[in-house]
């Protein structure tokens, strides 16, 4: 038996025979309690190295290699269109279409739309499930995050994770339109500003699919429940769009799919407007982005595992 904080030195243990059985005495230890002297970190950074964790799981990072195939797959498809595009005047000279003519950026971002759809679904939702179910909501809370904070890293995660699948390709294309220019300094100055059309589209692509993601995923423990549920979400809101779009001859309707109605936006940032990119989309876009985002905070506020 431990008596913590007494101040008595130590005892020995013995053991004699009592009637045949052995009995043995109770050990005391000294034991003090002293203050912590090291180095305090601040609750930022519990929050970012919750974001780095939540981001390298899901990619397989610092995992088996049979971890990281799936994501990496989903990876190179996401990346192969923007890297042929890129590789064709680098590697065969004389040929006069430069990269953006061959695949432009809403044509890349339409490209990867089932790509993203798949990433999304098997990496997201599964950021708040494994916490659920292994109900460690609690030891966050007691120690080193706020409901909020935690709340904060998950969604940065999920953004993280997202604009990974849907800006790095961009920024490949752009990368590539650069160097296989006849003049890189002059072609980079003349389209600079699609840098922060870039950024903006992406973001609104990721932050929509992020939050559509972890509020699937803060319903249940299951990760193939979770998995299952947003891809109901993202697979049968196409087909509601088109029936309405159909019926009613209008279609601005199609900006309340789901699965494309990101991405239609996202055109429109880009200055290439897809149909179903107007106030519908929006509207759509701002209730799952904003009314996720609250329902997130909603059910975790209280910090229980259930």
């Known amino acids: 038996m431990s008596v913590p904080g007494t101040g008595s030195p130590a005892t020995g243990g013995t053991r004699d025979e009592v009637g045949g059985r052995q009995s043995s005495r109770a050990v005391l230890h000294d034991i003090r309690y002293s203050r912590f002297s090291g180095q305090l970190r601040s609750r930022a950074s519990s929050v970012a190295d919750l974001v780095r964790t939540d981001v390298m799981r899901p990619l397989g990072l610092r995992r088996s290699a049979g971890a990281k195939v799936w994501p ?32 432009s950026y809403s044509a890349l971002l339409a490209t990867d739309t089932m790509v993203l759809l798949a990433f999304v679904a098997t990496t997201v939702p599964s950021l708040l499930t494994r916490d659920r179910r292994d109900r460690v909501l609690s030891l966050y809370f007691a120690t080193a995050l706020s409901p909020g904070e935690y709340v904060l890293g998950k969604a940065l995660a999920a953004l993280s994770l997202v604009l990974i699948i849907v800006l790095g390709p961009l920024l490949v294309l752009f990368g590539g339109s650069v160097i296989s220019a006849d003049a890189p300094g002059e072609w980079l100055a003349e389209h600079a ?33 979770a998995v299952g549920g947003y891809l109901a979400v993202v697979l049968v809101g196409p087909a509601l769009a088109v029936l309405l779009a159909n019926v009613l001859g209008d279609d601005g309707w199609l900006g309340l799919d789901p699965a494309s109605g990101p991405m ?43």
């Open 193 to 225: 500003g699609d840098l922060p059309r870039l950024v903006g589209a992406a973001l609104v692509v990721g932050g929509f699919h992020a939050v559509l993601g972890l509020l699937v995923g803060s319903l249940t423990s299951r990760r193939v429940f």
């Open 264 to 306: 239609r936006l996202a055109t429109r940032v880009l200055g290439d407007p897809m149909e179903g990119s107007g106030a519908l989309a929006w509207g759509m876009w701002g209730v799952v982005v904003g009314g996720g985002s609250l329902g997130l905070w909603l059910r975790y506020r209280g910090g229980r595992d259930s």
């Open 72 to 103: 990496f797959l989903l990876l190179a498809a996401a990346y192969l269109p923007a890297l042929a595009v890129v590789a064709v005047p680098l590697l065969v000279p004389g040929v006069p279409l430069e990269p953006l003519e061959m695949l």
